[in-house]
């Protein structure tokens, strides 16, 4: 059974720099692009990286994405509080025959 | 602007039917992809159905596949996901997805979701 594997929490203090890493197979991250959501408490998640490393309009520079072989990250860099959220890494996967994330990770800001 | 919103939720009993629907806004829904997505109470992301745009594929994940049906009336900018003998690990919120790429997971707007309760 095809999983991706988030660590379930993080944390970090204002103005600081944290990663979140996300780690698949050859059937998901191995041979599909990576894209990652932010999810504040009680709304519905928003796109923040997608393909990888591709930022859409509106989203801070502090956001970036990258990916090697199986495993992808999302760094924060200045944090703030705002940033205290869920986020989740997601890619398609040709064995389940379509997208799978995530556990996703919760971000506390100290 | 770009919007997605979710009806129909509720609370049902176990083994009974429900339809959600998705009314999209703001760009040409006929050319688009779509995708239902639920999230569980205090869990994470689970991917559920996705139509193509013009509603000739329709893939569902295995949790769902023969009591779930995506669907979609482009004349009406309307999305669907008839669910038919709903158990009480259904219970969740159902989002509605706009998909940019085919077999990508790049998903982009989200709906606001509509709240299944499954309990007799």
């Known amino acids: 059974q095809s999983v991706v594997t988030q660590p379930p929490s993080a944390s970090g203090t204002p103005g600081q720099r944290v990663t979140i890493s996300c780690s698949g197979s050859?059937?998901?991250?191995?041979?599909?692009?990576v894209n990652w959501y932010q999810q504040l408490p009680g709304t519905a998640p928003k796109l923040l990286i997608y393909?990888?490393?591709q930022r859409p309009s509106g989203i801070p520079d502090r956001f970036s994405g990258s990916k090697s072989g199986t495993s992808a990250s999302l760094a924060i860099s200045g944090l703030q509080s705002e940033d205290e959220a869920d986020y989740y890494c997601?890619?398609?996967?040709?064995?389940?025959?379509?997208?799978?994330f995530g556990g996703g990770t919760k971000l506390t800001v100290l | 602007q770009i919007q997605l919103v979710e009806s129909g939720g509720g609370v049902v009993q176990p083994g009974r039917s429900l339809r959600l629907s998705c009314v999209a806004s703001?760009?040409?829904?006929?050319?688009?992809?779509m995708h239902w997505v639920r999230q569980a109470p205090g869990k994470g992301l689970e991917w559920v159905a996705e139509?193509?745009?013009?509603?000739?594929?329709?893939y569902h994940a295995d949790s769902v596949r023969g009591r779930f049906t995506i669907s979609r009336d482009n004349s009406k900018n309307t999305l669907y996901l008839q669910m038919n003998s709903l158990r009480a690990e259904d219970t969740a919120v159902y989002y509605c997805?706009?998909?940019?790429?085919?077999?990508?997971?790049?998903?982009?707007?989200w709906g606001q979701g509509a709240l299944v309760t499954v309990s007799s």
């Open positions: 997805a706009r998909d940019r790429s085919i077999r990508s997971g790049w998903f982009d707007p």
């Open positions: 703001g760009f040409t829904f006929s050319s688009f992809g």
């Open positions: 139509i193509w745009y013009d509603g000739n594929k329709k």
């Open positions: 050859s059937s998901n991250i191995g041979s599909n692009a």
């Open positions: 393909s990888n490393n």
């Open positions: 997601a890619a398609w996967d040709d064995s389940l025959n379509g997208p799978l």
